[in-house]
């Protein structure tokens, strides 16, 4: 079936399409959710949350506007609720990024077990790295930055779903990248 | 090139943004300058660990789990509106009988107070019947 197809036969209620719907949009939606959180497990509960999201609230989309972008809109604010439920959890001692200690010691590898130990090490590293510059980008930044790089969406798909013009999308993604390099910078001088 | 210059490029050859002189002129510095090589290198490492990530996949049975928390959270629904509905007519039946209850207990009080004020009419009459004895007696 065709992904319009798909789409009119979702919002018409036919629960037989949804494993079809999951297959289409399951790889962007763990994408997105991927480049908020950076752990697999964690990704996937969340692709879980927003696909049930879908399901229950088909009648509230709007027939005509692109179904794509009003799941990339779920999937980022399924993300965004997630960081702020983990920042609220580990705000007692979530200060790693300023004392350079882990902020979660028990930090499971996303990466495939076929690597080895060293190279999950530095996989986990650099994933705790990633996630700590990004977590320091005003929120804005950090979902067009993050949907620009984590799922190579044009300027134009970006402005849909953040509701904001394409020249501001160009402004933030150029703001998020500059902001990104003077941390990453100023942590090799430290 | 300064070090400054390489530092404002740095983002745009990143990118791949940079014209063939451009990005030449960049290399040229980058062999000379050890500092800028290894600002150049992290940044080349930052994203080379997005796009790794960007290549991780979902599980396979991550349809399936979908599907399964879908039904599962359809058949709750189902059980609490099953539940909620039942006691819903309960809840309207029992509303209903105080009503009536309620009503009848108010429409007795009333009736009661009501009476309880009114002079009975035999005993007004007696009184009248008195009161002419005696105005009789009176004009005898």
């Not at chain 1, 076929?114 to 930044?141: F, G, N, V, W």
């Not at chain 2, 290549?55 to 509106?81: C, F, Y």
């Not at chain 2, 009459?125 to 009161?131: E, F, K, P, T």
Request: with cysteine; net charge negative; aromatic share 8%.
């Amino acid at each position: 079936m065709e992904e319009q197809e798909l789409i009119r036969a979702l919002v018409a209620g036919e629960p037989q399409v949804f494993r079809e719907i999951i297959d289409f949009y399951k790889d962007k939606v763990f994408r997105t959710c991927m480049g908020f959180v950076h752990q697999r497990e964690d990704a996937e509960d969340l692709t879980q949350e927003v696909f049930i999201q879908v399901f229950g609230n088909i009648r509230s989309f709007r027939e005509g506007s692109a179904f794509s972008t009003w799941i990339y809109r779920i999937a980022v604010n399924a993300s965004l609720n997630h960081l702020r439920k983990k920042k609220r959890l580990l705000f007692p001692t979530g200060f790693g990024w300023w004392t350079g200690a882990s902020e979660e010691k028990e930090r499971t590898s996303h990466h495939e077990t076929s690597q080895s130990p060293e190279e999950e090490m530095l996989a986990s590293e650099l994933s705790e790295l990633i996630d700590r510059s990004l977590a320091t980008l005003p929120e804005k930044q950090r979902i067009a930055f993050t949907l620009s790089k984590y799922e190579e969406l044009s300027q134009k798909e970006i402005s849909a779903i953040m509701e904001l013009t394409e020249g501001a999308v160009e402004s933030l993604i150029f703001r998020a990248k500059k902001n990104l390099q003077e941390r990453l910078l100023s942590r090799i001088k430290n | 090139m300064e070090c400054s210059e390489f530092k404002d490029q740095l983002q745009s050859m990143l990118d791949g943004q940079l014209s063939a002189a451009e990005r030449s002129r960049m290399e040229n510095h980058q062999q000379q300058c050890p500092r800028c090589a290894a600002e150049l290198g992290w940044m080349q490492q930052f994203y080379g660990a997005i796009e790794q990530e960007r290549r991780v996949t979902p599980s396979t049975e991550l349809t399936d789990r979908i599907l399964d928390q879908w039904a599962l959270n359809r058949l709750k629904g189902r059980e609490r509106n099953l539940v909620f509905g039942r006691v819903e007519r309960l809840f309207i039946a029992a509303s209903i009988l105080i009503a009536i209850l309620g009503g009848v207990k108010i429409g007795d009080l009333i009736h009661k107070m009501e009476t309880k004020d009114r002079v009975p009419m035999e005993l007004a009459l007696l009184d009248d019947l008195a009161m002419e004895d005696i105005g009789a007696l009176i004009e005898n």
